[in-house]
């Protein structure tokens, strides 16, 4: 005997996360979050998701490999691997809280590549530093630095 499959008449659930360009509240509530979550994925596609520390100079983000303890050299490490071979990320910039009324997310595409020197380094690293007090006793010149410069971005809920 064959089941058969009900299917729901009521209209599909509409999402309300759309591509939109960045309102100074989404901005702001970038700018002020104290984490993101980088998705990378290699050439393969094999994906890989890592919280990170951040600064946005409101054109690109900034990511250092900085000095926490790590498993592999920073040019080893999987996400700067997986920016090397295949430059198209995602950022993941999100508040929870358990009034679910208050949930929001922004969500940033885009292309990374790694920097080691330079002006936009230097630039990235001071901005680092004003942001987390931790990395003013980080060496973090000559270590590499993941930059993002959006192409698309999406919101949910209210920043």
């Known amino acids: 005997m064959v089941d ?17 360009s960045p309102t100074k509240k989404h901005l702001e509530f970038v700018r002020s979050a104290r984490i993101a979550h980088l998705a990378t994925a290699d050439a393969k596609g094999s994906p890989l998701v890592i919280p990170i520390c951040f600064a946005f100079d409101g054109k690109e983000f ?39 009324r208050k949930l929001a997310y922004v969500l940033v595409f885009g292309r990374a590549r790694v920097l080691t020197s330079g002006p936009r380094h ?15 006793s980080m060496a973090l010149e000559g270590r590499p630095m993941i930059v993002i410069t959006p192409s698309r971005w999406k919101t949910w809920g209210t920043p």
Not at 125 to 135: C, D, S
Request: with cysteine; aromatic share 8%.
């Open 4 to 20: 058969e499959l009900q299917y729901s008449t009521a209209p599909p659930l509409q999402h309300s996360c759309r591509p939109v």
């Open 62 to 100: 900034f990511s250092a490999i900085d000095e926490k303890p790590k498993n592999s050299p920073p040019q080893k490490l999987q996400r700067v691997r997986n920016v090397e071979e295949n430059p198209r990320v995602a950022l993941v910039i999100d508040r929870y809280d358990e009034d679910w």
């Open 122 to 136: 230097r630039r990235a690293t001071a901005l680092l530093r004003r942001k987390y007090r931790q990395y003013r």
